[in-house]
C-alpha cells in the first residue's frame, strides 16, 4: 500500500470515529414548518388551486388572496395565522376533525372571542345563538357576517349591511330593496335611513316573532320619525308616535307593553299598516296607506270597514288651518267650549255656596239682633 492510501485510511478513521463519538442529533425540521410568519403560511395558501376535502365529500378552498389579507382589518393589526388557527403548530398539519366545511366553522368562530370578548358575550343572547343550540347549523355566526381573510369596516359603506344579511335572508333583502328605507338607500346613498341593524340589533338581534319585540316596535320607529331635525329634511311629521298612541291602538298597545310585555294583543303597531320590510311612501300607489288602498288596509282587523271610517285617518299629522281645516276648527271651538262650561260651572258652584253662606251669616245677625 503507498504512503498516500495510507494517509487517507487514516483521515477517514480520524473523522469516523470523531462522528461516532458526538451525540446523534434528531433532523431539524425546515424553518416553516414551526414558523408563526403568516408568510411562512402563504407560501402555500396563496395558491389558488389549494383545497381540501372533507369526508363528506365537500371541497373546500383553502386559498387565502395575499393583497386582500393585508388590508383587511386584521392584516393591519398585524395579527398572526396562528393567532386564530391556534392547533396549527407544525407541518404537515394535523387533520380535521369537523366532516363538512360549516362544522369547521361552528368550531374555528368562537376563537373570535378571544379578541372580541364584549361583543362575542352579545352574540349569545341572539336569535342567530338561539338557533344554532336548537340544532339550526345555516343560522350565523361571526365569520358567516366578517370574512375573517378579508375583514372590512362592516358599515363601510353602509350598504354594504342589508348586503351582507342578504347572504341568508335573500328574499327579505329583495323587499327592502323595493321600499322607501331601501330605494333611499341604494340609488341616493341616503345614510338617513334605517338598515337591518338599526332595527334588529347588530350582535345581539332580538327574534321578530315574539310578542315583546312587537309590542316595542312602535318605539323603534320612533326613534327616527319622532326626530325633528331627521324628519324636517323630509317634509315629514314627527308626531307619528304621539298621534299613534293617543289613539285606541296605540293606548292599548303602549299599556301592553308598559304592564304585560308577553301578553300578545290584536291591536296594530306601525308595520301593519305600512308594511313590515316593503313600506312605501304614502303617495307611492302601491303603499299600503295610499289614499286608494287605506280602506284595504282598515279592513284587516275591520272587514266591516267603509269608506267613511278610513277617511277619518289623519295621516299622524295634528289638524291646522291648512290642512284638515275643518277638524281643526270642531278641535279648537271644543278646546274653548269644554274650558268655559266647566269654568262656568265652577263659578256657578262657588257662587251659590258662597251665597248660602252670607243668607246663614244674614238670618243669625237677625237672630241676634232680636
Not at 72 to 80: F, K, N, P, V
Request: with cysteine; charged share 20%.
Amino acid at each position: 500500500m503507498s504512503q498516500r492510501r495510507l494517509w487517507v485510511v487514516a483521515i477517514g478513521l480520524l473523522l469516523t470515529g470523531w462522528l461516532w463519538g458526538r451525540p446523534v442529533l434528531a433532523a431539524e425540521p425546515p424553518p416553516q414548518s414551526n414558523s408563526t410568519n403568516n408568510e411562512s403560511c402563504l407560501t402555500c395558501h396563496s395558491r389558488p388551486d389549494l383545497t381540501y376535502e372533507f369526508p363528506s365529500g365537500d371541497t373546500w378552498s383553502l386559498y387565502v388572496d395575499q393583497d386582500t389579507f393585508h388590508n383587511s382589518i386584521h392584516g393591519q393589526e398585524e395579527l398572526a395565522c396562528t393567532d386564530c388557527h391556534t392547533d396549527i403548530h407544525d407541518y404537515p398539519h394535523p387533520p380535521l376533525e369537523a366532516n363538512s366545511p360549516r362544522f369547521y366553522a361552528l368550531e374555528q368562530y368562537k376563537t373570535c372571542e378571544q379578541c372580541h370578548s364584549e361583543v362575542y358575550q352579545q352574540t349569545l343572547d341572539s336569535i342567530h345563538a338561539r338557533e344554532i343550540a336548537s340544532g339550526n347549523w345555516d343560522a350565523a355566526i361571526c365569520t358567516d357576517c366578517h370574512d375573517p381573510h378579508a375583514t372590512t369596516s362592516p358599515d363601510e359603506p353602509r350598504t354594504a349591511i342589508p348586503l351582507t344579511c342578504s347572504k341568508c335572508h335573500s328574499g327579505i333583502y329583495n323587499e327592502y330593496l323595493d321600499s322607501v328605507h331601501g330605494h333611499a338607500l341604494v340609488d341616493e346613498n341616503n345614510g338617513d335611513v334605517p338598515t337591518c341593524v338599526d332595527c334588529h340589533g347588530v350582535h345581539n338581534q332580538e327574534d321578530p316573532r315574539t310578542t315583546e319585540f312587537r309590542l316595542n316596535s312602535p318605539n323603534l320607529c320612533a326613534d327616527c320619525h319622532a326626530d325633528e331635525a331627521l324628519m324636517g329634511k323630509y317634509g315629514v311629521s314627527t308626531h307619528v308616535f304621539d298621534t299613534y298612541v293617543a289613539d285606541f291602538h296605540g293606548t292599548t298597545v303602549t299599556l301592553f307593553e308598559r304592564q304585560s310585555p308577553d301578553l300578545p294583543t290584536n291591536k296594530p303597531v306601525c308595520y301593519d299598516c305600512h308594511g313590515v320590510h316593503n313600506m312605501k311612501s304614502a303617495d307611492d300607489p302601491e303603499s299600503q296607506v295610499f289614499k286608494e288602498n287605506i280602506l284595504q288596509t282598515c279592513q284587516k282587523c275591520h272587514p266591516d270597514a267603509t269608506t267613511n271610517f278610513s277617511a277619518t285617518w289623519l295621516g299622524h299629522y295634528e289638524p291646522d288651518i291648512n290642512k284638515y281645516p275643518i277638524v281643526y276648527f270642531v278641535d279648537l271651538f271644543y278646546k274653548i267650549f269644554i274650558p268655559a262650561v266647566l269654568g262656568f260651572m265652577g263659578l256657578y258652584v262657588v257662587a251659590d255656596v258662597g251665597s248660602h253662606f252670607v243668607r246663614r251669616i244674614r238670618r243669625n245677625n237677625k237672630g241676634g239682633t232680636a
